[in-house]
């Protein structure tokens, strides 16, 4: 394939040097990544961009039936609302992580021609499929508290959903930026990071509420925390413990940074690799 298939314009621009120049210039190559990434999803398409609304409507509109009508489910959620209003605040959050992970592993290899003959961070490929995935997200939970709004009210809490989506990516990346380097030398990864996710699915808090014998084990898993934030923001339940949220701060903090310095210190060998 042709490299300018593959390479947005401002790639080839020679690279400028200075801190505050590279960092300008990743910035604005980050943001065209970006672009690149979200139009080419709805290339040939003729809806186009107008997929980014109907997507999460459809959804919704899809487990709405099937948890109202054909399966309703009953009981006391969190924020005591439906079930289908918890699902979807834990469900929005997980299809962004899993689509996140899952496009940051192969990242590096499926941009190989960039990595080979460019001169850029081969970090900002990482983090393109991540942002792109939250964008999807964040359409999806405005148009959710939209809903929310009209039926039951602004959730008081609203304010605390961008907190949640910045510790969320941050989270993504950190775990990426480890997926990607290793996918590189072991490309099995694939197939047992897609085993992973279908296991970590039913061991969050997404379908149900964590409960007896069991919760210690949804305790160490820090998307415990991450979706009771989203739930608080979005249905108005109780925040997470304080220990709880520590745990999620210090998981990311840590995540980010043995990965950043796994990815630095295998960054030479990518390129003769993919």
């Avoid at 709405?64 to 834990?90: A, D, E, H, K, N």
């Avoid at 990426?176 to 992973?196: C, E, H, K, P, W």
Wanted: charged residues 10%.
């Amino acid at each position: 394939m042709a490299l300018d298939n593959n390479v947005p314009p401002v790639c080839k621009r020679p690279s400028v040097q200075g801190p505050g120049f590279t960092i300008t210039a990743d910035l604005h190559l980050l943001r065209e990544l970006i672009k690149r990434d979200f139009v080419g999803r709805f290339t040939a398409s003729a809806l186009g961009v107008f997929w980014v609304v109907l997507q999460p409507a459809i959804l919704v509109g899809v487990y709405w039936f099937v948890f109202t009508f054909m399966i309703p489910m009953r009981g006391i959620f969190p924020g005591g609302g439906s079930y289908i209003s918890f699902l979807l605040s834990g469900l929005l959050p997980w299809m962004a992580i899993n689509e996140g992970l899952m496009r940051g592993m192969t990242s590096i290899v499926e941009n190989a021609p960039m990595v080979r003959r460019l001169p850029l961070r081969s970090e900002l490929l990482v983090v393109v499929p991540n942002v792109s995935a939250m964008l999807f997200e964040t359409v999806a939970l405005i148009l959710y508290m939209v809903v929310i709004a009209m039926t039951r009210g602004m959730p008081a809490m609203a304010w605390l959903l961008p907190f949640a989506l910045a510790l969320q990516l941050s989270l993504q990346i950190g775990v990426s930026l480890m997926l990607a380097a290793t996918y590189v030398f072991f490309r099995d990864l694939a197939q047992i990071l897609g085993f992973v996710l279908s296991v970590l699915f039913y061991l969050s808090p997404i379908l149900y509420q964590p409960a007896g014998r069991f919760a210690k084990l949804f305790a160490w898993n820090p998307l415990t925390p991450l979706l009771g934030l989203f739930r608080s923001a979005l249905l108005g339940s109780p925040l997470p413990d304080v220990p709880s949220i520590v745990f999620l701060l210090a998981a990311t903090a840590a995540a980010g940074i043995a990965s950043l310095l796994f990815f630095r210190r295998v960054q030479p060998d990518l390129v003769d690799l993919v």
